[in-house]
């Protein structure tokens, strides 16, 4: 069991003026499997840039934005009010503290975030989270978090169309004078999860010399056919791209990575490299291809693949731990996957903490349970129950008799008192939480859902897909997703 403690990204000065000088040691991978092996290679830059500069210096040149993400249709009903970057992970954390922890890390303080859809809850996190005050004092007076919602303007009436879209709406900014020191731009999403050192990715691209830059994995023939793969030539030039092929076609964008880094043995196990949707422009480069052809709305479908022909652009390998987290399925499982021992991903590395908001809540207190592999977030309490293999959200309430295995349990926003429980269960109603002698497997409570005494919520049947919003609960690749909010009545079967 993992007893959950968060970082405020402020809660100390090493977070912030440390991180990028860390960033300059050597990290261990934060994929606890055997990765393939890189060789060391030394890239002579060839663009004009001030190498001896302080890391401060070099990063301050550096601008991220990070999109917000768009309707998270294959994550409902996770997303039915709330902005995919925003949906709760880890026990404590959100979606969005992943790039934005990534960021601080790595040096980067001048950071947009682009949203559009149900952006209530994501807009106050971030306020309450990465507040750096009007003047950015506490990363050297010219640094900022700023959210750039979609909005109908003189010259523009329509909502983001798609990704590159959303970046053209705002490329003014770009230009604006206070980020005149801005020579790169890093592009990010908001759901992926992932540890990474961004200003070894910009110093690579810089190296390089490339227009732009995108951040790749090696995969191999079992998982090559689920992402687009691209192709380079033997100095890491990217010279085709392909969307999920099979076959033939699929055979045809195999590549020697070992031009990347890869040793012979791991290149012959991962012939592909796939995009991360990830990538890091020159400014200049970026404004004229959003200028130019306004109609191209997409910057892994349309952008980058038309602009290969006349820019350079550049592979960088990527070689941790990276999801998408993309559908039920994907988000449950790397949920999960942090309870395992030794993860694939742990949210409190030392090296490179993921931050989330400060929220001073107690520690959490457990009475004469038994929890194995599980991680118990601070604020819960749990009493006479068994717990295994789960993840345990902040304020949860689990009482006797409970039996949980394999659950996504996000908790609550707030604490019903003890008189407050006893008044619900008076009047007939279910306080939050998971009420005695239930039993739960494969299943994902959303944030203050109320399940009464004697719910057995286990899918005996093997359901793969169903909706019952108007019970309260629908069921993806086999997962019951308990709905926000929703209250599962005493005795149901699920």
């Known amino acids: 069991m993992v007893a959950q403690a968060t970082a ?6 090493n977070a912030l003026r440390g991180s990028r000088l860390q960033s300059k040691k050597q990290r261990a991978p934060c994929n606890s499997r055997a990765q393939p092996r890189i ?4 890239a002579t830059p060839e663009r004009s840039s001030d190498t001896s500069a302080s890391p401060r210096a070099q990063s301050s040149s550096v601008l991220a934005v990070i999109l ?12 039915k009010n709330r902005a995919k970057p925003a949906v709760p992970i880890g026990g404590a954390y959100r979606l969005i503290d992943v790039p934005m922890s990534n960021c601080i890390n790595s040096g980067i303080s ?3 975030i682009l949203t559009q859809f149900n952006s209530t809850s994501l807009n106050r996190h971030l306020a309450r989270t990465y507040n750096m005050g009007t003047s950015g004092v506490r990363f050297g007076g010219d640094s900022f978090v700023e959210i750039l919602a979609a909005n109908q303007t003189p010259t523009t009436d329509a909502w983001f169309q798609g990704t590159a879209d959303a970046v053209r709406q705002y490329s003014w900014l770009f230009e604006d004078v206070k980020n005149r020191n801005v020579q790169d731009i890093v592009v990010l999403s908001g759901d992926h999860l992932y540890r990474m050192d961004y200003m070894k990715f910009v110093e690579a691209h810089r190296a390089s010399n490339a227009d732009i830059s995108i951040g790749c994995l090696p995969v191999d023939h079992t998982r090559a056919s689920d992402f687009g793969l691209m192709k380079i030539d033997g100095e890491g030039r990217i010279v085709d791209f392909a969307e999920k092929p099979r076959g033939a076609a699929l055979e045809a964008m195999a590549v020697d990575t070992t031009v990347l880094g890869l040793d012979a043995e791991a290149a012959a196990a991962n012939p592909f490299i796939a995009s991360m949707g990830i990538y890091v422009f020159r400014k200049d480069v970026m404004i004229k291809l959003l200028k130019d052809d306004p109609s191209r709305n997409d910057f892994g479908g349309e952008i980058i693949p038309q602009s290969a022909k006349d820019n350079k652009v550049m592979a960088y390998l990527f070689n941790g731990y990276w999801e998408d987290i993309g559908t039920i399925e994907s988000f449950f499982e790397s949920n999960i996957n942090l309870t395992r021992n030794p993860p694939q991903f742990e949210f409190h590395d030392p090296k490179g903490p993921i931050y989330t908001s400060p929220r001073f809540l107690p520690p959490a207190k457990i009475i004469r349970s ?13 009493r006479d129950c068994f717990v295994d293999t789960s993840i345990i959200g902040i304020r ?10 394999e659950v996504l349990m996000m908790g609550q926003d707030y604490f019903e008192s ?10 007939g109603q279910v306080p939050m939480g998971v009420g005695a002698n239930s039993k739960l497997t494969r299943v994902i409570l959303d944030k203050n859902a109320r399940i009464a005494e004697d719910v057995h919520i286990t899918n005996p049947e093997g359901v793969q897909e169903a909706s019952r919003e108007e019970e309260g609960y629908f069921i993806r690749s086999g997962i019951v997703v308990v709905a926000r909010n929703a209250t599962i009545k005493a005795g149901t079967r699920i």
């Open 8 to 13: 405020s990204p402020f809660s100390s000065t």
């Open 68 to 79: 917000g993400g768009g309707a998270g249709t294959r994550l409902y009903p996770l997303t």
């Open 110 to 112: 001048k950071i947009y």
């Open 396 to 405: 949860s309430r689990i009482d006797k008799g409970v039996e949980m295995k």
């Open 370 to 382: 038994r929890v194995t592999d599980a991680v118990v977030s601070h604020g819960s309490l749990l």
């Open 418 to 427: 003890n008189e407050q429980r006893a008044e619900l269960i008076a009047s």
């Open 39 to 42: 060789r060391a290679e030394v």
